[in-house]
């Protein structure tokens, strides 16, 4: 995590980056081994990017869950659902809770 809202992903193996995030606030709590990012969460991937109200990072289990009306754009598309979850380290996306294709 840096100081300037961002947290890139690395990948275990190359240390290059697979995915950032940002936003306006990050909260981490060291006990849960979580931090909640809050306002304007952009993801960005190799090929898409998502967007969303607030995110939680579960350290553990290398995911994000990104909420708050959430949208995954790929190949010129938009798709909206209920929860996004991110695999960054993978680069890989699934989406829950009531996916909707967009334009």
Same mark, same amino acid.
């Given at each position: 995590?840096?100081?300037?809202?961002?947290?890139?992903?690395?990948?275990?193996?190359? =240390?290059?980056?697979?995915?950032?995030?940002?936003?306006? =606030?990050?909260?981490?709590?060291?006990?849960?081994?979580e +931090? %909640?990012?809050?306002?304007? %969460?952009?993801? =960005?991937?190799?090929d898409?990017?998502?967007?969303? *109200?607030?995110? +939680?990072? /579960? =350290?553990?289990? *290398?995911?994000?869950?990104?909420?708050?009306?959430?949208?995954?754009?790929?190949?010129?598309?938009?798709?909206?659902?209920?929860?996004?979850? /991110? /695999?960054?380290? *993978?680069?890989?996306?699934?989406?829950?809770?009531?996916?909707?294709?967009?334009?």
């Amino acid at each position: 995590m840096t100081d300037s809202g961002k947290i890139d992903f690395l990948d275990k193996k190359t =240390e290059a980056v697979t995915s950032t995030m940002t936003a306006v =606030e990050f909260e981490r709590f060291m006990d849960k081994n979580e +931090t %909640v990012i809050r306002g304007n %969460v952009f993801m =960005e991937g190799k090929d898409s990017s998502a967007t969303g *109200e607030y995110a +939680t990072y /579960f =350290e553990k289990e *290398e995911k994000v869950y990104l909420e708050g009306n959430p949208t995954l754009r790929k190949n010129g598309r938009d798709i909206h659902a209920g929860k996004i979850i /991110f /695999f960054p380290r *993978e680069g890989r996306a699934l989406l829950t809770d009531g996916i909707l294709p967009g334009k």
